[in-house]
């Protein structure tokens, strides 16, 4: 086990809970516990609406939290004085699922580049600010002369380009890259990923890599957690969760893959699952996954079982995770 | 080539050409498409975003918005009957009853006015004999087939999750027994457990049915899932078609190649993602020759001034590139 000072973002307990009209509350998330060591990459899976995207926000304190802490650092990032809040925001960036939404269109790619960095008075002078959008073009594969043109008349990769760009503008060291390549084709896709994992070699940089696609999450992660309704069902190595994976869900959601090959698609066993998933608003008593696992039993229904440690660095919250 | 066996096709489409005539110029949709598909077999049509894909589903419905979208020439032929002559009153007839397709986003698909039921029974009082509370009955024993209890028809789309809603479009493009289902990207706006769902649900109903089927995705793990047959497209063009085990295991055309080296596996170790440098070509400006010789890591001389002829590899697969012209 490493020792904790080798975290660079670690979540205690972290709740994030939204009110949705009337008296109800969706618990998005509720009480997740992770860490993520510098340099490494964490991914995180899950289907819509399981709250890894909101986990991701509350993260970077994008949106307050219900409860827990975020330590970055070990300093709590939802209580952080001003100038403590501004050193972080250069800290910590994110890139945007949506390239389409997440790029103001009447801005030109050098402002929307430019931005963080005259935020934080990273450059003087209109020639040096200049400068560094060009290499920041370069450095994500663009032409540095783009920078006059306007979002629209680029394509779909070359704008998640172009947000890598934004993000690494202020020279970040933790970043958050929510779903950046569900709106891509798979060509596009496996070079954007590529590019990813070049800035990561060559800047040392922590990701927080949330996906829904989870050939592509165990390609990019070091460790993967898995999500369901707002809870994490098991966290570990990728290599661990592709070749042992221990809780039913994260079962379930892998044999739901297809493969890109005939003969292993037509030799391929899924384990089905009950039902859909049920609403956050009002999830089941006991272990959330309880009503749609193959495995439950009366336990199940009435206790929600604690993440533990099984394995060195393997982690799943599962009554029954010794039997199955 | 001659053939000497009569293929029993639903249909089949020859050097097709679909343009989309915008204020910013000619974009050429479909450049010389080449298809057919045999009887209750499942085709798979892959490709990334531009590749003509969609434009290939419409053609076969005549359903190309127009304007921009014309057809300019080739032929489309449903049970060897030539769609292209037809009336529209003829046309109507065939849409949703011989040919029914089902659209990516099952969210606009549906109205939201109307109940799930009325919306499949309206379908099916278009096209068949009988009043409107046989169409409701029916309705409702589609909406079993398709997994979902006959007593919720009576609800309104906005109840319904993602994928609940795509099994009710899906039920309405069963609903009158076609013979030809175009399936367009039908699973990729749900997640991968309602995907399998999905899939597994039309396979079962298909093989009940005898249908035929088109299933255009970009996902190369559905088609190896579910298809017998591939065609992959490339700028408006087939740049190469085979049976699944051609395709996957020897494919011809380095686009095909890349794209499934591209493709991250979860069930192998991989040090590094092949990727394709570049963009496909503007269609408004297609490129002279093979569109994809701009990006071809094996790009011969003659790649940019003449698209290549079909070489037939075997009785399955067939494949447009030089590179096999020159082995012949």
């Known amino acids: 086990m490493m020792n904790q000072t080798d975290y660079l973002l670690e979540v205690k307990g972290l709740k994030k809970y939204f009110k949705v009209g009337g008296r109800k509350t969706l618990k998005a998330v509720d009480g997740v516990s992770f860490y993520i060591r510098k340099g490494e990459t964490l991914g995180v899976v899950g289907e819509s609406g399981c709250g890894k995207t909101t986990c991701g926000r509350t993260c970077l304190g994008i949106y307050d939290k219900t409860d827990g802490q975020v ?5 709590d990032v939802h209580c952080l ?18 390239p389409y939404a997440s790029l103001d269109p009447k801005m ?28 920041l073009l370069e450095t994500v594969g663009l032409d540095p002369g783009y920078g006059s043109r306007y979002v629209h008349e680029f394509s779909g990769g070359q704008r998640q380009r172009i947000g890598i760009a934004r993000a690494l503008a202020v020279e970040p060291e933790f970043i958050v890259c929510d779903e950046p390549i569900s709106a891509l084709d798979v060509s596009i896709q496996a070079q954007i990923v590529n590019l990813l994992d070049r800035l990561q070699e060559e800047r040392g940089l922590t990701y927080l890599f949330i996906a829904h696609d989870l050939s ?16 994490i069902m098991e966290i570990t190595t990728s290599k661990a969760l592709y070749h042992s994976p221990r809780h039913p869900y994260t079962r379930a959601l892998l044999s739901a893959i297809p493969i890109p090959d005939p003969a292993m698609a037509k030799k391929k066993v899924r384990i089905p699952m009950e039902g859909e998933m049920p609403s956050p608003v009002n999830p089941p008593r006991g272990c959330r996954f309880q009503n749609r696992c193959p495995y439950a039993e009366e336990i199940c229904m009435e206790a929600e079982p604690a993440l533990e440690e099984i394995e060195n660095e393997h982690y799943v919250a599962c009554h029954r995770r010794i039997e199955i | 080539m001659s053939e000497d066996i009569k293929k029993d096709l639903t249909a089949e489409i020859r050097d097709l050409v679909v343009e989309f005539r915008t204020d910013y110029g000619v974009v050429q ?5 080449e298809l057919e598909i045999e009887r209750g ?34 032929s489309i032929k449903l049970d060897g009957k030539d ?11 065939i849409r949703g009853k011989t040919v029914a397709m089902i659209f990516q986003d099952p969210m606009t698909s549906l109205d939201p006015v109307m109940t799930v039921e009325q919306q499949i029974a309206e379908v099916i009082k278009l096209h068949e004999e009988g009043g409107q509370a046989e169409a409701l009955k029916r309705a409702r024993e589609m909406l079993e087939l398709v997994g979902i209890p006959g007593s919720r028809g009576g609800e309104y789309p906005h109840q319904f999750s993602g994928g609940m809603k795509q099994r009710v479009v899906i039920a309405m493009a069963l609903a009158c027994n076609p013979e030809l289902l175009i399936a367009d990207e039908p699973t990729t706006a749900l997640d991968v457990t309602v995907q399998a769902d999905i899939l597994d649900m039309m396979k079962g109903i298909q093989q009940e049915h005898g249908m035929t089927v088109i299933l255009i995705t970009h996902d190369l793990g559905i088609v190896a899932d579910c298809a017998r047959h591939i065609i992959v497209m490339y700028a408006g063009k087939v740049v190469e078609t085979g049976s699944a085990e051609d395709i996957f295991y020897r494919p011809a055309h380095p686009y095909t190649k890349a794209l499934l080296s591209a493709v991250p596996r979860l069930d192998l170790e991989q040090g590094h993602l092949e990727t394709i440098e570049g963009a496909p070509p503007n269609m408004a ?16 001389p003659v790649c940019g001034k003449e698209f290549p002829q079909n070489t037939r590899l075997s009785e399955s697969h067939q494949v447009c590139c030089w590179l096999q012209r020159g082995s012949e």
């Open chain 1, 108 to 135: 030109k790619i050098q402002n929307i580049i430019a931005e963080g960095i005259r935020a934080h008075k990273m450059a003087s002078g209109r020639d040096e600010i200049q400068e560094r959008v060009s290499s």
């Open chain 2, 29 to 33: 949709a479909l450049n010389g498409l």
């Open chain 1, 71 to 75: 330590l970055y650092r070990g300093a």
């Open chain 1, 216 to 231: 592509m999450v165990k390609y990019i992660s070091d460790r993967v957690m898995v999500m369901y309704l707002g809870k």
């Open chain 2, 285 to 300: 400006n297609p490129p002279k020759g093979c569109p994809f010789a701009d990006r071809c890591p094996r790009r011969l």
């Open chain 1, 81 to 98: 004085s001003r100038t403590e809040k501004q050193k972080f925001t250069k800290q910590a960036q994110i890139i945007f699922q949506d």
């Open chain 2, 83 to 93: 769609i292209l002559s037809m009336s529209d009153k003829e046309m109507q007839a």
């Open chain 2, 41 to 74: 077999k499942t085709l798979g049509l892959v490709g990334e975003t531009g590749a003509g894909k969609t434009t290939t589903g419409l053609s076969l419905l005549r359903l190309i918005p127009n304007p921009p979208g014309v057809i300019v020439s080739g």
